[in-house]
C-alpha cells in the first residue's frame, strides 16, 4: 500500500480493523453500513466512486457473514450485487476484494450452505482479486493460536503470483510462521475421516446453540421494544445507542459487561447461556443512555 491509499469499510466495524489498516501506510473510508435493515447499497456505491476518483484504485474490505460487531449476513442478492458492482470498476481500475469470512462456520443451518456464498465469485468477468481471510480462531475455537489462511483468487494468473509472492514476503518479514498446532489441527481434520465428522457434528451443536441465544435475546428485546442493529447470526448484538460508555458503566453495576462501541453496546451472545439471556433485554433498555 501507499500513504494515499484507501481502504473502504463500513461504518460500523470491528475496530481492530482501524489499528490493521493504519500499521501499512494506508487510511480508511467508511460508507453507511445499513439504510433500514438492509445492506447501503447505494451508500455503498457512492463511496467507492469517492475513493475510486481520489485514488484510481479501490480496496473493500467486508466481514461477511455474521458481522462483527452487528450480526448482519448480507442475503444472495446483496452479496452478488457488490460483486458485480466491483467486477465492473476492475474492468478499467484494479480493484481488490478483502473478504473477512472469520465468523463463517457461525452462519446459515450447515456447513456446506455457509460455502454455496463463493459461487457468486464464479460470475467474476474481469481481473478483480479477491483475498478471502480465514481464522482458525472461531471455526477451531483455537483463539490465540494463530492459525488462519489467507486465499487469493482472480482471473488474472499473474495478478496471483505478485498477491503470493507479496503475501509470503509480508508475512515473513512481519510475524514470519505461524505455530504448528493449528497446522496439526487441520491436517488431522483432513486426513481422518470420523474426526473429521465428529468435528462437523461437534460445530453444528456449537452453532445451534448459539442460534438458540440469540433467538431467546431477540424474542425478548422485541417484546421489550429494544432497539438493536439488524441481527442475522453470529456471535454479537448491537444496540445503538447515544451514551456507550455511560451505558456501559451503568450495566456494569448490575455485574452486567458489554463493549462500548462508536454510538452503540455489543453484547456477546457467544458467550452467556441461556439462563442468563432471561430478562437482559429489559435491564439493558432500562440502563441505555
Ligand atoms: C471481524 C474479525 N475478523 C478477523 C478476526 C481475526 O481473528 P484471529 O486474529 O483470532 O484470527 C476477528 C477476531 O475477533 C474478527 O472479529
Known sequence: TNEDDIVLIPDI????????????????????????????????????LDVLNKTGKLVVLLNDPSQNPTGYSLSKTEL??????LDVQAKSHPVILIYDIAYL??????????????????????????????????????????????????RNGLLIEEFSRISLYKARSTWSCPPTTPIHIMNALDQDETLRMTFIEELKAVRSLLQARAHAFLVEANEVG????????????????????KTYQSLMTKDIFVIPLSNAIRVAVAAISLKEIEGLPEIIKAHLQ
Open 13 to 48: 466495524h470491528w475496530s481492530n480493523y482501524q489499528a490493521i489498516i493504519g500499521q501499512t501506510k494506508a487510511t480508511y473510508d467508511t460508507y453507511p453500513l445499513f439504510e433500514g435493515d438492509h445492506f447501503n447499497l447505494s451508500g455503498f456505491k457512492e463511496k467507492a
Open 80 to 85: 452478488q450485487s457488490i460483486i458485480a458492482y
Open 105 to 154: 462456520d457461525y452462519a446459515d443451518t450447515d456447513y456446506g450452505l455457509t460455502r454455496n456464498r463463493f459461487e457468486h465469485f464464479l460470475a467474476i468477468e474481469s481481473d478483480l482479486l479477491v483475498a478471502v481471510c480465514f481464522s482458525a480462531s472461531k471455526t477451531f475455537g483455537v483463539y490465540g493460536l494463530r492459525g488462519g489462511a489467507l486465499i487469493g483468487f482472480s
Open 226 to 245: 429494544l432497539k438493536m442493529y439488524p441481527y442475522k447470526e453470529g456471535f454479537f448484538i448491537t444496540i445503538p445507542c447515544q451514551h456507550p460508555q
